[in-house]
């Protein structure tokens, strides 16, 4: 497998959490992502634990990384210098003002976006204040949704138990693992608009990237203009929705006392919407009855019933996560 194959697919306005496995994919991965970033003029920046031998490792990969750093196109950063306060713990106050400085330095030197890829590990040792780093990555998808922004949180799984990566990897709305290349068709894409003022959605909204559509969506009830308008969400784009999301859509339509509307509903997630409140929705798909049943599903073919689910945290084999099915400790909320 390709580093290309990986992640060569994302773009700016993603945010990836990327399971790490295997050294020899993740270094030819990290010189794909930032060569692809300086060859679109981005600037890259990359946090995590010595930085100087990561880039020195990307350099033998034949990425420029030394004229990279000179011409400014990229930066480094430790955890202790972008995540964590002086007294070494996690601030999610500190980490944005972080992510804020480097997004404004970006644009006042006139890149046309900007790269970041994390190094989670730190996450997995003893830091004061770690267990509030999901509620942190969940929000920070608004950042993201700007469009200018591209994420790359690298969560290496020999360091970080199934369930927290299981955590992390819902907090992102797209994911890829070593042998499971990101895929935009079955992640999620959410971009901020302005003329309407709304979001567009974009491939798969299911039970595994709730938290990170609700907190931009969040985002965008919260800060309508106070000028009667009425804000739009373009779901045109959504191939999959599941119950989940469903419920979250259809919530903040009745949160918006008529100031929120959807637009680009097909048929069946109309239906779907109408239907949030129960456990699934039946519809048709390249000849197939499927039903979508909480981010899993079923599809009828004749006699066959044959069960599917994308989300990598399904694939034990490729991820390292527990089989599929492995008690939720937030699904209680998507049942009730």
Do not use: K
């Not at 945290?313 to 939720?328: I, N, V, Y």
């Amino acid at each position: 497998m390709s580093g290309t194959a990986l992640l060569g697919q994302i773009t700016r306005g993603d945010h990836v959490c990327w399971i790490v496995d295997d050294e020899t994919v993740r270094l030819r991965t990290l010189a794909d992502v930032v060569g692809a970033g300086l060859g679109q003029r981005d600037r890259t920046v990359y946090c995590g634990d010595d930085p100087e031998a990561v880039l020195a490792a990307i350099e033998r990969h034949g990425v420029r990384t030394t004229e990279a750093l000179a011409s400014g196109s990229l930066r480094t950063a430790t955890a202790e210098s972008s995540w964590l306060t002086a007294a070494g713990a996690f601030d999610p106050d500190v980490a944005m003002g972080f992510l804020r400085e480097e997004r404004d330095r970006a644009r006042r030197d006139g890149f046309p976006g900007l790269r970041l890829i994390a190094d989670m590990s730190w996450a997995s040792r003893s830091v004061p204040g770690a267990e509030r780093l999901p509620a942190f990555e969940a929000g920070l998808n608004v950042f993201f949704a700007e469009g200018y922004l591209l994420g790359v949180c690298a969560y290496d799984r020999r360091l970080f138990d199934p369930l927290s990566l299981r955590r992390h990897t819902g907090t992102h709305p797209g994911a890829a693992g070593t042998d499971m290349p990101f895929d935009p068709a079955s992640a999620l894409r959410m971009r901020l608009t302005r003329d309407p003022y709304g979001l567009r959605l974009a491939g798969e909204a299911d039970i595994f990237n709730r938290q990170a559509l609700a907190s931009v969506i969040e985002h965008l009830v919260d800060r309508q203009p106070d000028d009667g308008s009425v804000a739009e969400i373009d779901v045109s784009g959504l191939r999959f929705a599941d119950t989940a999301a469903g419920r979250i859509l259809s919530r903040a339509v009745d949160r918006s006392a008529g100031r929120l509307r959807l637009v680009g509903s097909s048929p069946t997630l109309s239906r779907l919407l109408d239907f949030h409140g129960g456990r699934g929705t039946f519809a048709r798909r390249s000849g197939r009855d499927v039903l979508d049943l909480r981010g899993d599903r079923l599809d009828f073919s004749g006699d066959r019933l044959d069960f599917r689910s994308e989300r990598p945290d399904f694939h034990s084999d490729r991820l390292g996560f527990p089989a599929a099915h492995a008690p939720d400790p937030d699904a209680e909320a998507d049942s009730a």
